[in-house]
């Protein structure tokens, strides 16, 4: 569909561009990242058995990365549900550091960081909708379970079948029997 091919561009655009300068300049989003990624490794560090990196510059560009890897997808129409989800997963811990509008007292700040956390929260809704379009198509969970009954429509056919083919072949057996007798 036509709206599709000029929606998803338009709603990558943002993620790719800013996942490109991000890139190029990873130290000015460090310092908002740092609470985030401290959150985040202390919760990981105590469900996982393994110990997640502490590095914020590094988290910062691998969210980066993400950005501009399934922003792309989803603007040529690559893997469009998972490049969305993945986008969706990446916009959530990126608004709660860049636009922390709560800590500010100036009311000028305040409203420029909760208009950019809003913007961000209605790209979160644009992702989520891209993430479960099917395009028209049913989706794999319809799919799998018309499959589903329909083998087991065939099956209980079957079944049926043999049932009355191994009735028929014990009619016969007692006749044949009645007769040797």
Known sequence: MLVRRIARPLLA??????????????????????????????????????????DVEQWVKIDAGIKVGAGSLFALGKLPRLSALALAG????????????????????????????????????????????TEG???????ARRAARRASTATEKSVAQAQKRAAKAEKQAQKQLRKAS
Do not use: C, M
Request: without cysteine; proline residues 9%; aromatic residues 8%.
């Open 13 to 54: 655009a943002s993620f790719v561009y800013g996942g490109i300068d991000t890139l190029r300049n990873p130290q000015t989003r460090v310092p908002g990242a740092q609470p985030v990624v401290d959150q985040i490794t202390r919760a990981a560090d105590q469900q996982l058995p393994v110990q997640v990196p502490r």
């Open 137 to 143: 198509r049913p989706s794999v969970g319809y799919r």
């Open 90 to 133: 990446s916009i959530v811990p990126t608004t709660l550091a860049g636009h922390r509008f709560w800590e500010h007292e100036d009311p000028e700040e305040r409203f420029g960081q909760l208009s950019n956390f809003l913007k961000n929260a209605g790209l979160l809704g644009g992702l989520l909708i891209a993430a479960v379009d």
